[in-house]
């Protein structure tokens, strides 16, 4: 009896120890592979350089904020264009990924000062840069094999790896990312396993990651059957171990992809690799791994496909958001939205939170989207963006839940109560924060969402006066073709691109141009579409423009502001930034993400100066009665749009 429970005690030491080595610590697998230097000539070495580095940079920020783990850049300026690829494998954490690109972008430069191209080959990624395109290269004469060290017992083992890499080799050009990992027990080995990995370039066609690991397939079987080997080619890269190199729950679950697809087709791949006769032996293989995998009680991996695949909402019911806002009672209103009234609740739990009942009438087009659109809006977290927690349906009527914010709305800050109390530093983050939050909608979430209401009372903030952005992702629960005329949203005049509410033209620069009046209230502490009697009756981008164009920036920035707290240089780009986005052309304006890199570099934009600003005039009012019902664009030719003239 003792000894047992002293060989469980010492088994689940051995256990532990080895998930804290193998699960917890962080590794970039910098163990190095391959480098390879390419020879090609351009015509400037200094301006190659500039563009590689460049390159690299994007390549890096592409990784780190976007937590990809795959990214392609290029810059291509002086005709001495680079070209670069990065890619981590997929089981890595993105600081690993970081590191293992700072490891590699600083080794590659190994190869000679002349050299313009060149590859490097990591156990934990890849990196190579041209003077011309490649993304789309699967196979070159380079393609390579490292064999480990020989197997003792080899015929068990030999034959488990067969079916793990053609299950791979199968598998992982359909699946979506081109990446996959797997892990399969060796019979008889006293409970050793293969752990295998195979990734293509996310750039190739299905067929072009397909010939690239038929390649590697055939590379492998000159090393087996030996304990582990690498393979790689231009546009892929395969592994197997019999030692983890990744965690268990990190395996991805290929068996749908072994199943799909024409039957001709996987026989040739199998019959290239091993040839007919064991294809019997390999059928029963897989039938085996079938029956093992369903057996087995690992998780399937649903989140493989499944970084796009959607986690629902939380479905609150009604009767506890009526519990919560006291039967929606006046006092806990908090306010009165485009898309409908707001109240303050607190649920059972003690949670607080706001609900929003949706007054955006009834539409067959509503009924049908409204779970898939709060499906999408309850994936989409980023600091500077209200978190949607759910919803609820009672009849006709939709309720949305969002986390509460307790310190009201920028516009309260700028125009209400609390006017004048924001300082250069909070306005500076406020502007930042939301262009963040909107670049995040427009180029990082795997659907583009555009806003079409961005307006002060829509920027909340948080316990530290962190922006949020609210209300997204609602608008495209309105009929398509009339968001633009519904009166409620476009109450918002003074916000709207003139191309939008004019033509209905819809496009991210809608809300560049909404954020871009937001800015210059944030500056200025002038409402838009707001006469101001003292400032000789002048409109918000008017007296922008006019200022800066006489140099007179100074003069535009709110009087409650202290001059200590803020430059006039800075002062200046904030408000060029703010009219580049009011431009008339929407691709004169710029996109967020190039206005998040402007307000965070120093000194002035290059190259990109503001022209006159445009706006429509505050008396239009978009004609909802003559709309026809299926909104083809009725004619708005009363609508007057301004360009500004200084007087
Ligand atoms: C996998 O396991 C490790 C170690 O326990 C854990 O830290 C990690 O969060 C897990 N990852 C996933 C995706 O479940
Ligand atoms: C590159 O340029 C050098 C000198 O300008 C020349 O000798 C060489 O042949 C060129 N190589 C190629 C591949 O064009
Ligand atoms: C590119 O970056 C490297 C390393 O960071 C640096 O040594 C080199 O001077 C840079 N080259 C150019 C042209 O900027
Ligand atoms: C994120 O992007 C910014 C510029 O947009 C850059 O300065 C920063 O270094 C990037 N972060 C990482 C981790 O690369
Ligand atoms: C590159 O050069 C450095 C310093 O000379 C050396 O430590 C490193 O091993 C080299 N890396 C490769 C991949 O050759
Ligand atoms: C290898 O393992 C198999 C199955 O366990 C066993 O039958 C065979 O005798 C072993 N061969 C050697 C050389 O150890
Ligand atoms: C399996 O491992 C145990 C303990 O590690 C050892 O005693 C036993 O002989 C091994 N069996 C085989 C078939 O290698």
């Known amino acids: 009896m003792q000894q047992k429970s002293f060989i469980f005690l010492l088994l689940s030491f051995i256990i532990w120890s080895w998930w804290t080595l193998h699960c917890v610590v962080s590794d970039p ?3 190095f592979v391959k480098i390879g230097c390419s020879q090609y000539n351009v015509t400037d070495v200094t301006i190659f350089h500039r563009n590689l580095n460049a390159t690299f940079r994007d390549l890096k920020s592409q990784v780190g904020n976007q937590s990809k783990h795959f990214a392609t850049a290029q810059a291509v300026s002086g005709n001495n264009p680079a070209y670069g690829i990065f890619q981590c ?10 590191k293992c690109f700072d490891f590699a972008a600083d080794h590659i430069r190994n190869c000679s000062v002349g050299v313009t191209g060149a590859r490097i080959i990591y156990e934990g990624c890849f990196l190579r840069y041209e003077s011309s ?6 196979t070159d004469a380079g ?4 064999c480990g060290d020989k197997a003792k017992n080899s015929t068990e083992l030999a034959s488990t790896v067969e079916q793990v890499i053609t299950n791979l080799g199968t598998a992982t050009p359909r699946i979506p990312g081109y990446y996959a990992a797997t892990k399969a027990p060796v019979p008889n080995s006293n409970g050793s396993s293969i752990y295998a990995f195979a990734q293509c370039l996310e750039t190739l066609t299905q067929s072009g990651c397909q010939d690239c690991l038929n390649t590697g397939l055939k590379n492998f079987q000159i090393c087996l059957p030996n304990t582990n080997a690498k393979t790689y080619d231009a546009g ?5 171990s019999t030692t983890a190199f990744f965690a268990d729950n990190q395996t991805t679950n290929i068996k749908h992809f072994l199943k799909q697809g024409g039957s001709s087709k ?3 791949i199998i019959g290239g690799v091993v040839g007919g006769a064991s294809l019997i032996l390999i059928l029963l293989a897989l039938f085996a791994l079938y029956i093992w995998s369903t057996a087995s009680k690992r998780n399937p991996r649903g989140d493989i496909l499944g970084a ?14 009526k519990a919560a806002t006291k039967n929606f009672s006046k006092e806990n209103k908090l306010g009165e939205g485009g898309f409908g009234d707001v109240y303050k609740g607190t649920l059972k739990n003690g949670k607080v939170v706001a609900v929003k009942k949706l007054a955006l009438g009834q539409s067959k087009q509503m009924e049908k989207d409204f779970e898939s659109e709060v499906k999408l809006i309850s994936n989409v977290h980023h600091r500077n963006l209200v978190r949607l927690l759910g919803c609820c349906s009672k009849g006709q009527e939709r309720f949305l839940v969002y986390e509460y914010m307790k310190n009201n709305n920028v516009g309260q800050f700028l125009f209400g109560e609390n006017k004048g109390s924001l300082s250069w530093k909070q306005r500076y983050s406020l502007i930042l924060g939301t262009a963040r939050g909107l670049a995040y909608l427009h180029e990082e979430f795997h659907v583009c969402i555009i806003h079409r209401d961005i307006k002060t009372s829509n920027i909340l903030l948080d316990d530290d006066f962190q922006p949020k952005i609210a209300d997204f992702g609602l608008a495209r629960l309105l009929p398509k073709d009339q968001s633009h005329l519904n009166t ?7 916000y709207t691109a003139p191309e939008y509410a004019m033509h209905g033209q819809l496009s991210e620069k809608v809300d560049t141009y909404s954020y871009g009046v937001v800015l210059l209230e944030i500056i200025s502490g002038q409402k838009s579409g707001e006469l101001k009697i003292d400032e000789a009756s002048e409109l918000l981008l008017q007296r922008a423009w006019k200022l800066y164009d006489r140099g007179m920036h100074i003069e535009f920035v709110d009087k409650t502001l202290d001059p200590n707290e803020y430059d006039a240089e800075e002062v200046k780009k904030i408000i060029e930034i703010g009219l580049l986005c009011t431009q008339a052309s929407p691709a004169a304006r710029p996109t967020m993400s190039e206005i998040v890199v402007m307000l965070k570099s120093k000194g002035l934009l290059e190259n990109k100066k503001p022209t006159m600003p445009v706006y429509v005039d505050p008396n239009f009012r978009p004609r909802t009665n003559g709309s026809t019902p299926n909104g083809t664009s009725s004619s708005h030719a009363t609508v007057s749009i301004s360009s500004i003239s200084g007087r």
Request: charged share 25%.
């Open 89 to 98: 494998r997929n089981y890595l954490s993105i600081s690993d990924c970081l």
């Open 308 to 321: 796009t695949e959607l986690k629902g909402p939380v479905n609150y019911r009604y009767k506890d958001l």
């Open 133 to 138: 395109g490649f993304f789309d290269q699967n």
């Open 266 to 268: 996987k026989k040739a």
């Open 143 to 146: 393609n390579n094999i490292v």
């Open 236 to 240: 892929c890269f395969m592994r197997y």
């Open 29 to 31: 697998q910098t163990n």
């Open 488 to 494: 409620k949203f476009a109450g918002t005049m003074g």
